[in-house]
Antibody, heavy 116, light 111 residues
Framework: QVQLVESGGGVVQPGRSLRLSCAAT????????MHWVRQAPGKGLEWVAV????????YYADSVKGRFTISRDNYRNTLYLQMNSLRTEDTAVYYC?????????WGQGTLVTVSS | QSVLTQPPSVSGAPGQRVTISCTGT?????????VHWYQQLPGTAPKLLIY???YRPSGVPDRFSGSKSGTSASLAISGLQAEDEADYYC???????????FGTGTKVTVL
């Protein structure tokens, strides 16, 4: 069974940085398009970023463009999200998600709280 | 921001059929890009429910069905059960934003 395990969440002050990681197992990570999706407390789902299987292309939601960077290490089967210049509105559970036909496997999520 | 619009809530008695609409635009659902649906039970991560407009992943009951027409899509739940109480989201791609988009979400309540 596909496993996606996020880590790196926590409490951070506005303007600071945080890096999330997602360890992928039990599927061919290097052949998979991967996403980050977030959900603010009590709110709906918001797509954050996507990266091609080989890392050649990345796309971002306007709300994070220029501040967040998605990357991957296909040797370590790990997906990353570097989050800079964090804002209070970035507070959310961040999910690591695989795309095959639709977003077919989701991690359990890691909570990021941006607060002074 | 969400560019796919869903009703905030729908409800039905056990055994009834409910439908959830997902309204997009000519740059989202009105394109050739597929619509997918997700179910999120309280306190859990979302789960893929329907992919490619109307296909069910293995393990999803055939009570769930999807359709797409023009700039809208729909999710139907027939034979509503208590375990179907959850939030449901549609998702597609926005060619004008070069990004993926989710619907605003619909809470299904079983009366």
């Amino acid at each position: 069974q596909v496993q996606l395990v996020e880590s790196g969440g926590g409490v951070v002050q506005p303007g600071r940085s945080l890096r999330l990681s997602c360890a992928a197992t039990r599927f061919t990570f290097s052949s998979s398009v991967m996403h980050w999706v977030r959900q603010a407390p009590g709110k709906g789902l918001e797509w954050v970023a996507v990266i091609w299987y080989d890392g050649s292309e990345q796309y971002y939601a306007d709300s994070v463009k220029g501040r967040f960077t998605i990357s991957r290490d296909n040797y370590r089967n790990t997906l990353y999200l570097q989050m800079n210049s964090l804002r209070t509105e970035d507070t959310a559970v961040y999910y690591c998600v695989r795309e095959l036909e639709g977003l077919d496997y989701w991690g359990q999520g890691t909570l990021v709280t941006v607060s002074s | 921001q969400s560019v796919l619009t869903q009703p905030p809530s729908v409800s039905g008695a056990p055994g009834q059929r409910v439908t959830i609409s997902c309204t997009g635009t000519s740059s989202t659902i009105g394109t050739s890009y597929a619509v997918h649906w997700y179910q999120q039970l309280p306190g859990t991560a979302p789960k893929l429910l329907i992919y490619g407009n109307n296909y069910r992943p293995s393990g999803v009951p055939d009570r769930f069905s999807g359709s797409k027409s023009g700039t809208s899509a729909s999710l139907a739940i027939s034979g509503l059960q208590a375990e179907d109480e959850a939030d449901y989201y549609c998702q597609s791609y926005d060619s004008s934003l070069s990004g993926y988009v989710f619907g605003t979400g619909t809470k299904v309540t079983v009366l």
